[in-house]
């Protein structure tokens, strides 16, 4: 297109041969050309993943699938996907030469992760992630997992200062990747946990790299794993530091965001829209807002897939991408960079999700890490500690009501309800806290219908304490309302409930009254406003987290062992090779509405 600009200057370079003769007026394509050559541009490719929470080997059941359309029937199929060896293969493919591509990742990299990963404080992903050639990350919320500290030993090496180092001789280098942290500060201080920003070169054109958290991120953590930290607002932070990275001479911005979106459709290569208009949640109004000085945004946390256009403050549509989770999709984002301006030129950033499929060779180096680590950990991992006699899907599961969530808050009343553990009377379960299925058919040389410890810390790998605390009636009510209302009220969080608790949730109201008082009943009977009731959850839960402050007025609080504990016994005292346990019917929860009833 030819821009007042160049247009102006190919006539002044005419008007002057006008001095020796006619005046010739180019072409539109003819000054378009004269511009294209004044504006030289580079290419640059960005490799993009996230939410890859330490799976190096392949996700089992739901987790390990991505949703496309078949092109012979035309109908939606489940293609098995992910696994580092494969994620290593495919984006070393689709790598160009180094100098023009930058693998980046929108958070989660560690933090609820598999067995093999987890044992070793997610060492091993750290290493793979190396291995593969990631440049730059995002914090995630799960990076705080474990603490501040630990995450600045991530970056930065040395032994675990409780379990040391796993090998001797060897020494945890830290992360050759940079970890951004531009919304997270220490309280006392206010400066970055990390670094902000990152600025590299691309072709002699430099590109920087903001990564921020989302600000909720203190309310879906244990408050040990943020203590001492605080939370800035994901708009501010990175406009605040667009205009630094400007000021700098840095004019090609990327924004590494972990907050994301909610496709209309869960179909990894769905079009959202020229406008955007077919994505939902946190990141259209974030992405809305931004500086139109970033020219590319990707995101995470919310899981899903999407490669999408939002409009930013000039209405100028943006490229907003996620590449769904653990290392099943890898995002492919090519752009061109002005050389004289230093900017992204919008327009010609196309992005693309692609899926990480089994089919294609393993790589080498991976397949030798994955087989290192999952060695040392075997003893522990394939220890058997249950039986099922079908799929009991607890992630993979869209209901409100997930007959895993079912399992394991019966584990939790299980394991707390004597006198001495706690006396508890009901349980519950966080929804999020549910990481994987457990899956019928064998991962190993366990057989089929064998749950194995490593199968059963996938399920639950935060290995949160459990807690049992006392709430009146009228809180326990609360609480149940706190699902729907209040900072869960245009996302609700239902948690998964134990069998002795029922009641009806009617979606075609609004807020705390989606919550049917009168069909709330434990073991049968109503709930009584002024009586005190035994309630067990997780710690995480029990402080209030994912939007419950009722847990937190909870009072008599009592420590137990670990939800992982008490779901791994559940598992052993119910369930054998001649009687496994069975999927729960899914009646605690009545859910009415348009379109929605899972009685």
């Not at 930065?156 to 379990?163: K, L, R, S, Y």
């Not at 399992?407 to 009901?426: C, P």
């Not at 709430?471 to 245009?490: D, K």
């Not at 052993?572 to 859910?591: E, G, M, N, T, Y």
Request: aromatic share 6%.
């Amino acid at each position: 297109m030819l821009t007042v600009r160049s247009r102006r200057t190919a006539l002044a370079v005419v008007a002057a041969a006008g001095l020796f003769g006619a005046v010739v007026v180019p072409t539109a394509a003819q000054a378009a050309d004269m511009d294209a050559k004044r504006h030289k541009t580079v290419n640059l490719q960005l490799l993009a993943i996230n939410d890859f929470h330490g799976n190096l080997e392949p996700p089992a059941g739901s987790s390990g699938t991505i949703k496309e359309i078949d092109p012979a029937t035309g109908k939606e199929v489940s293609t098995p996907a992910g696994g580092i060896e494969y994620l290593a293969t495919e984006l070393r493919k689709a790598r160009v030469p180094a100098d023009d591509s930058i693998t980046v990742a929108a958070g989660d990299i560690i933090g609820a992760s598999p067995l093999t990963s987890a044992l070793f404080h997610d060492e091993p992903t750290i290493e793979a992630m190396d291995k593969l050639g990631l440049d730059v990350t995002s914090v995630g919320n799960h990076e705080f997992d474990e603490g501040s500290q630990e995450l600045l030993r991530i970056q930065n090496g040395g032994c675990h200062p409780t379990d040391g180092c796993y090998e001797p001789g060897r020494k945890f280098k830290g992360a050759n990747f940079n970890y951004l942290s531009a919304n997270v500060t220490d309280e006392k201080t206010g400066k970055p946990l990390l670094a902000p920003y990152w600025v590299t070169k691309s072709q002699g054109v430099k590109v920087g790299f903001i990564g921020v958290t989302l600000e909720g991120t203190p309310n879906i953590v244990t408050a040990e794993g943020v203590k001492g930290l605080k939370f800035a607002n994901e708009v501010t932070t990175i406009n605040k530091y667009a205009a630094e990275l400007k000021a700098k001479g840095v004019n090609s911005i990327v924004a590494l965001i972990h907050e994301g979106g909610y496709p209309a459709s869960g179909v990894y290569d769905y079009d959202c829209g020229a406008a955007g208009q077919g994505i939902s949640g946190p990141i259209v109004d974030i992405a809305k807002k931004i500086d139109p000085a970033v020219g590319a945004i990707v995101t995470g946390h919310t899981h899903n897939a999407y490669a999408c256009s939002i409009p930013d403050p000039n209405g100028v549509p943006r490229s907003v991408t996620s590449a769904a989770s653990f290392g099943r999709l890898f995002t492919q984002i090519d752009m061109k960079l002005d050389k004289t301006t230093g900017e992204i030129v919008r327009p010609s950033v196309k992005a693309e999700n692609h899926v990480v499929r089994r089919t294609v060779a393993k790589a080498p180096d991976m397949t030798a890490l994955v087989d290192h680590y999952s060695k040392l950990a075997a003893p522990i991992a394939n220890r058997p500690v249950g039986y099922i006699a079908s799929d009991i899907n607890g992630r993979g599961n869209g209901d409100l009501e997930k007959p895993l969530g079912d399992v394991i808050a019966d584990s939790q009343l299980a394991g707390l309800a004597s006198a001495d553990k706690g006396g508890a009377q009901v349980a519950f379960m966080n929804p999020g806290g549910i990481r994987s299925d457990l899956v019928y058919k064998a991962s190993g040389a366990e057989g089929d219908g064998v749950v194995t410890y490593g199968e059963a810390f996938t399920v639950q790998p935060f290995t949160n304490m459990m807690q049992v605390k006392t709430l009146t009636g009228a809180q326990l009510i609360q609480l149940l309302q706190q699902q729907v209302s209040g900072s869960n009220a245009a996302a609700p969080k239902v948690l998964q409930v134990s069998s002795n608790l029922h009641y009806t949730l009617d979606m075609r109201k609004t807020g705390a009254d989606r919550v049917v008082l009168d069909s709330v009943r434990l073991n049968g009977a109503p709930v009584d406003p002024a009586a005190k009731y035994r309630v067990a959850a997780n710690e995480f839960l029990a402080g209030g987290g994912d939007g419950f402050p009722a847990f937190a007025a909870g009072t008599d609080k009592l420590v137990g062992p670990s939800d992982l504990d008490v779901f791994v016994a559940y598992l052993s005292a119910h369930s054998s090779a001649a009687s496994p346990l069975q999927a729960p019917a899914q009646d605690r929860i009545k859910v009415i509405g348009p379109g929605v009833d899972i009685d």
